[in-house]
């Protein structure tokens, strides 16, 4: 099974930052790789597929990079409503795996 | 609007058996495969297994800790999708999430707890 590996697995930031949450696969996964996020009581939201695509209607304030085994989430001018758990997934091969999470908080 | 929704869950005794289902809406279901992803309390998301479209066969694929407990179908004439969980286990216990193919489409989930 492919690993994956979230760092770091909290983060603290104020209203306005920059932030950057990475994610490593144990081997290669191409770009096959997605990011969730999820807020307290509710359903993951899709937020980027294929590594660095932006799902339809997120805002641009997202964005994801990377191929290969080392990926980043980065999220610009933190809002309220960004504070959340954050998750990677692999959809390079069976079973699909998720990285343990990065809970994002305010500083 | 494109939705899933998720329904079954509910307390049953470990050894037990129980069928979620899962109705989409606002999309063309049967062109999509479809996955079962769950989430223990306070922990992170487990994927739980997929069935793919007619044009693939129904086929199926499984986590290592469902495989031959848990059966995965679906019904395209009622975009319904199903997940039969036999021989349950109190690690079970999750929030089960269904999602479609991509995971760019989630229902809100519903709650299978495993206790005697």
Same mark, same amino acid.
């Given at each position: ?22 994610c490593r ?7 096959y790789?997605?990011?969730?996020q999820q ?12 590594a ?6 997120v805002?641009?304030k997202?964005?994801g ?14 809002q309220? *409503? ?22 994002? *908080?305010?500083? | ?9 509910? @307390? ?26 769950r ?5 992170? @998301?487990?994927?739980v ?15 290592a !800790?469902?495989k031959?407990?848990?059966?995965? !179908?679906?019904d395209?004439?009622? +975009? !319904?999708?199903? @997940?039969?969980? +036999? ?19 989630w ?9 005697s």
């Amino acid at each position: 099974d492919i690993q994956m590996t979230q760092s770091p697995s909290s983060l603290s930031a104020s209203i306005g930052d920059r932030v950057t949450i990475t994610c490593r696969a144990s081997q290669g996964i191409s770009t096959y790789l997605a990011w969730f996020q999820q807020k307290p009581g509710k359903a993951p939201k899709s937020l980027i597929y294929a590594a660095s695509n932006l799902q339809s209607g997120v805002p641009s304030k997202f964005s994801g990079s990377g191929s290969g085994t080392d990926f980043t989430l980065t999220i610009s001018n933190l809002q309220p *409503e960004d504070f959340a758990t954050y998750y990677c997934q692999q959809s390079d091969s069976y079973p699909r795996t998720f990285g343990q999470g990065t809970k994002l *908080e305010i500083k | 609007e494109v939705q899933l929704l998720e329904s079954g869950g509910g @307390l049953v005794q470990p050894g037990g058996s129980l069928r979620l289902s899962c109705v989409a809406s606002g999309f063309t279901f049967s062109d999509h495969y479809m996955d079962w992803v769950r989430q223990p309390p306070g922990k992170g @998301l487990e994927w739980v297994g997929r069935v793919r479209n007619k044009a693939n066969s129904y086929t199926t694929e499984y986590a290592a !800790s469902v495989k031959g407990r848990f059966t995965i !179908s679906r019904d395209d004439s009622k +975009n !319904s999708l199903s @997940l039969q969980m +036999n021989s349950l286990k109190t690690e079970d216990t999750a929030v089960y999430y269904c999602a479609r193919g991509d995971m760019d489409v989630w229902g809100q989930g519903t709650t299978v707890t495993v206790s005697s």
